[in-house]
């Protein structure tokens, strides 16, 4: 039967000389006090042998064994007898100059014994500084000796002297240069993994300098650059530690605009450039004068979908007509903090309290890093550091409640490792958080000359550059968050966003406020910027929960309305479509006009699915899936993230995520399908996620008075008279054409569509829309009710209807049946 074999626990040095029984911590302060007295009293005793050891050579070697004194001469060593007698011992008769390391392994014993460095392992500073002492008699014995000439003493000692003597004897000077190398080099090598490095730079020394030689690509970033600057070094573990790299890259540039609103519209005209075949023509004729060219005229065949070619207007369609001189707001309506001149967010005596600590607290867990950089930004500094070789990443991951216990601080977060970059993040919330005004934002040079179709500018990252998104490229955005961490000022931060960079004509909202306090401040800019139902018309800010659902029924049927447009024109996207209706590339009369943007926003989204449920979440997920390539695009919001609330099908097509701070990593993990959320700081702290890796962001700040003076300057111009109608979703018994007609729902304009139809004898939906000065989808209803009536034919593609009733005298007997 085999035997166990019991593990031996490895013995201290105190354990190992059997002290560990009778040292405690009182007498081991005391025992540890007088070994330092003891290594000062040698180091004095030496450094007395260099000028009194030849005075003291004569009555040391006099003295018979036992004694200590001379009766008839006294020792000129400052330490009396006895330190001339250890001098001349140890340094003479054993190591030389290296016997110094005696009296400093005595000092270290003795501070060890007092308690300063408990974790201190003596047995292998013993091993280590033996091995150094015997090493340097040698080496001091065979290169010193020819310099010192003659001393009193060998700089080796006798020690080193009998050993050069032997080896050079039994190897020669070679092999003794060779075997001191080696025993140099191998002790290097256990103490740090560099020296391998060294000693292969040292061979190659045409590669090192070659490596050495920094290959940058520099990018034009109009003017931004990166400033850096490294102040000092620290020691950890023998290696350099930058104390700290300040970065203040790519700060979002100011530009000067004026703060008062243009008095004169940019003109759109020149956005579309004509033809300039005419111009190359005129070109050619100059540059190769008597040579004509003479170009093949190629006639082009008209279709339903095209203009003539000789009723073609000169100029492309103004989508902003007929309000051209509309003013966007300007920035003085926004305020300003004394955060948005500011460049150092974060005191000096902060960062270098943060940087201690942290390389106190890794070093304390025996984790060296070799640098440290802080990015300062207005609520978190980014501390960059680089682990020494062979450090773990998991280890210092996990130590980060411990450095949150250090630095004192909520909100700490290990990003392992910066994604592209070979070190690791520590976010650590600043001692004052600053303020990011929506002013600062939209006064950047960045958001001023965006071309993005729907801009977004949510915030300042920590290296301090606006933040911006296209929700078009999103396309649909879930916010989240408990409650009062900054959801409603993000949501606010959104729209004010829209609202400084689209016309109306190019943009329209819709607004979802179940606690109907929300939105409200927005209600003067109902007319110019919102869709509504028609019934909604009077308060197209929705706070009614059927009415959200007859909404987003109705922003279904409007979906299917402009893919219906799309296919007849032969495009892909809104933005094709919009292009091709301005080049005067469809004809309106076939029911074609300007498609704006439509951005439905609702708030406390867990509200509706607990009073709705699937009644609201089909036709949610239906426009999420669908409606990107129609301009419709979709932002909720709720403060309770929970699987009911967020299901699968919200998750799968809502790939655009801002997550503020949550209770807990749950939370999270449903919002981000990660941790992260919970370590935020709140006051707008937040994770926005479209992709690989959340991005920290610090939002916009817009209060409520700086809203309300954007919606009165919006509101006190000129503009649309009535919101954007949706069209009504359609019932059971109202699926088409051959359906019975509904008097009691009958349209207002119902009879006067039916007059202009039958005096004009032309059954076509663009002429009623004309005719009444309404819009294309109610155009639409009122065609499918005269069918129903039996005024006009079946639909017949692009063909006009045909119009059934040949007389107005007709007209007025189906007229009096259909009121009676």
């Known amino acids: ?42 180091c004095v005793a030496f450094f007395s042998y260099f000028n009194t050891g030849a005075a003291d050579q004569s009555l040391v070697t006099d003295l018979r064994p036992g004694e200590v004194e001379n009766a008839n001469r006294a020792f000129q060593n400052t330490c009396g007898s006895l330190g001339a ?43 280590g500084m033996a091995l150094v002492m015997i090493w340097s008699s040698v080496t001091f014995a065979k290169a010193l000796t020819p310099l010192m000439g003659n001393q009193v003493y060998n700089p080796g000692g006798d020690h080193g002297a009998f050993c050069v003597q032997y080896m050079e004897n039994l190897v020669g000077t070679p092999g003794l240069i060779a075997i001191l190398v080696i025993v140099m080099l191998a002790y290097l090598t256990y103490l740090t993994s560099e020296t391998i490095t060294v000693v292969r730079k040292l061979m190659n020394p045409f590669g090192y300098i070659r490596d050495k030689v920094k290959f940058t690509v520099v990018h034009d970033d109009k003017g931004e650059n990166v400033n850096e600057a490294c102040d000092e070094e620290a020691i950890i573990g023998g290696e350099p530690v930058e104390a700290l790299v300040y970065d203040d890259p790519t700060r979002a540039e100011p530009i000067d605009l004026p703060t008062q609103p243009a008095t004169e519209p940019q003109e759109l005209n020149t956005l579309y450039t004509p033809d ?128 949150a216990l250090s630095l004192a601080a909520i909100g700490i977060r290990i990003i392992a490792p910066m994604p592209g970059k070979g070190t690791i993040g520590i976010e650590v919330p600043n001692a004052k958080p600053n303020i990011v005004s929506m002013f600062s934002i939209l006064n950047s040079r960045k958001f001023q000359e965006s071309t993005m179709e729907l801009p977004i500018a949510l915030g300042k990252t920590i290296t301090n550059e ?11 955005l879930l916010v989240a968050g408990a409650t009062g961490q900054g959801k409603s000022v993000g949501l606010n931060a959104i729209i004010t966003s829209l609202l400084y ?77 919009n292009q091709k209706f301005l080049g ?64 699968g099908n919200i998750k799968a097509n809502f790939p655009g995520r801002i997550a503020f701070r949550v209770g807990a990593m749950m939370d999270s993990r449903i919002i981000l399908d990660r941790p992260g959320a919970q370590q935020l700081v709140g006051r707008g702290d937040m994770l926005y996620l479209n992709g690989a890796d959340p991005v920290r962001v610090q939002c916009a700040f817009v209060d409520t008075p700086e809203v309300e003076n954007i919606t009165k300057f919006i509101a006190n111009q000129p503009g649309p008279v009535r919101p954007l109608e949706i069209p009504e979703p359609l019932s059971e018994d109202e699926t088409g054409g051959g359906g019975s007609l509904d008097t009691h729902n009958l349209d207002p304009l119902f009879e006067e569509a039916a007059r202009a139809i039958v005096v004009t004898q032309q059954g076509s939906t663009s002429m009623i829309q004309r005719r009444l000065s309404i819009g294309y989808n109610r155009a639409g209803r009122l065609m499918d009710q005269l069918e129903k009536a039996g005024i006009v034919g079946a639909a017949k593609g692009s063909k006009p209807r045909e119009v059934l009733i040949s007389d107005e005298v007709s007209l007025d007997n189906m007229l009096t049946v259909l009121r009676g």
């Open 276 to 403: 300039s075949n005419e111009k190359a023509k005129k070109t050619a004729e100059k540059e190769a004068p008597g040579f004509e060219v003479e170009e093949e005229k190629i006639e082009e065949k008209a279709n339903s979908k095209t203009l003539a070619n000789n009723n073609l207007p000169l100029t492309p369609i103004n989508p902003r007509e007929p309000f051209t001189r509309w003013k966007f707001p300007s920035l003085d309506l926004l305020k300003e903090y004394n955060s948005d001149t500011k460049t150092n967010y974060v005191s000096q005596e902060e960062l270098e309290a943060n940087k201690d600590r942290i390389i106190k607290v890794l070093n304390d867990f025996g984790v060296q890093i070799r640098s440290i950089r802080a990015t300062v930004g207005p609520t978190i500094t980014l501390y960059e550091i680089t682990p020494a070789q062979g450090i773990r990443i998991s280890k210092i991951k996990n130590l980060e409640d411990d450095i």
């Open 85 to 127: 007698l250890l001098s001349y011992g140890l340094i003479s008769r054993c190591f030389g100059i290296p016997a110094f390391i005696i009296p400093a392994f005595i000092a270290l014993c003795g501070i060890r014994m007092m308690g300063a460095y408990k974790k201190l392992s003596l047995m292998k500073w013993f091993m």
């Open 466 to 476: 606006v933040y911006m998104v296209d929700l078009a490229k999103i396309p649909h």
């Open 584 to 647: 005067h590339g469809l004809n309106p009369e076939e029911g074609h006009e300007y498609m704006p943007y439509i951005v439905v926003i609702i708030d406390e989204f867990g509200d509706l699915i607990l009073t709705a449920g699937k009644e609201v979440e089909m036709p949610i997920t239906r426009i999420a899936q669908l409606a990107r390539a129609v301009g419709i695009h979709m932002i909720i919001a709720t403060q309770r993230p929970t699987t009911s609330i967020i299901t």
């Open 501 to 577: 960079k689209k016309h109306p004509n190019e943009l329209k909202i819709v607004l979802v406020d179940p606690k109907k306090v929300e939105f409200s401040v927005y209600s003067p800019i109902a007319k110019p910027f919102m869709a509504a139902v028609e019934e909604n018309e009077d308060e197209p800010i929705i706070t009614d929960v059927q009415k959200v659902v007859k909404t987003l029924k109705g922003l279904c049927v409007l979906m299917d309305e402009r893919y219906d447009l799309l296919k007849a024109a032969r495009v892909r996207n809104i933005r094709e479509y």
């Open 1 to 42: 039967m085999a035997k166990k074999k019991s593990e031996r626990k490895s013995k201290t040095f105190t354990e190992a000389l059997g002290l560990n029984n009778i040292i405690n911590d009182k007498t081991g302060f005391v025992v540890g006090l007088i070994l330092l007295c003891v290594a000062i009293y040698i």
